[in-house]
Structure formats: C-alpha cells, structure tokens
C-alpha cells in the first residue's frame, strides 16, 4: 500500500532561492526511484517563504530504511539548519479510498 508524506517548510527569507534550487535536485533524482509515485511542492499563497511539499511512495519502510540516506539528498539534508526557520513538520498519510 503507498504512503505520503506532507512536509511543511518555513524558509528563511534570504534562502528561499537556495531552497528551491537543491529541493529541485532532490525531487529530480527521486523521479528515478523503483518505490517513488509522485511528488508536488506548493507554497502558500500568502506568504512566499511557507512551503508544502506532498510525497508519494509505495513503501514506507524503504523510505525511512534507503530512501532518505541517498547521496544525492546529502546537501540538501545538510543545508536546512541554515535553510529554514525551525524544523520541518512531517505527516505520514495513508490512502483509505482512491
């Protein structure tokens, strides 16, 4: 059964560019993943700095286990203490009706 992910982002304003530029690369290289659905990154319509990136994947364990230890998520997970105001809220869903 798949799994997503709701994970809510507060940028720092002076790195919203550096923010969007390396979550770019993450969610590029993640299309090539065997257990990756889809990804969509939104932003709140009223303020330019609060994001909402909503993942899915159909295993939860590979997630946790291999996913999120990729090489190319290592300047990514590196830069957000610098990136963002406070720690990412993370939510874990899973479809009951499609």
């Given at each position: 059964?798949?799994?997503?992910?709701?994970?809510e982002?507060?940028?720092?304003?002076?790195?919203?560019?550096?923010?969007?530029?390396?979550?770019?690369?993450?969610?590029?290289?993640?299309?090539q993943?065997?257990?990756?659905?889809?990804?969509?990154?939104?932003?709140?319509?009223?303020?330019?700095?609060?994001?909402?990136?909503?993942e899915?994947?159909?295993?939860?364990?590979?997630?946790?286990?291999?996913?999120?230890?990729?090489?190319?998520r290592?300047?990514?997970?590196?830069?957000?203490?610098?990136?963002?105001?406070?720690?990412?809220?993370?939510?874990?869903?899973?479809?009951?009706?499609t």
């Open positions: 059964m798949s799994v997503a992910y709701l994970i982002f507060q940028v720092r304003e002076d790195q919203r560019g550096r923010f969007l530029s390396l979550l770019a690369d993450v969610l590029d290289a993640m299309k993943e065997a257990t990756y659905c889809s990804a969509t990154l939104h932003e709140d319509p009223g303020d330019p700095s609060r994001f909402l990136l909503h899915v994947w159909t295993d939860h364990e590979d997630v946790v286990n291999v996913q999120i230890h990729r090489p190319y290592q300047d990514w997970h590196a830069a957000l203490p610098e990136l963002l105001e406070g720690e990412r809220r993370i939510e874990v869903w899973q479809p009951v009706h």
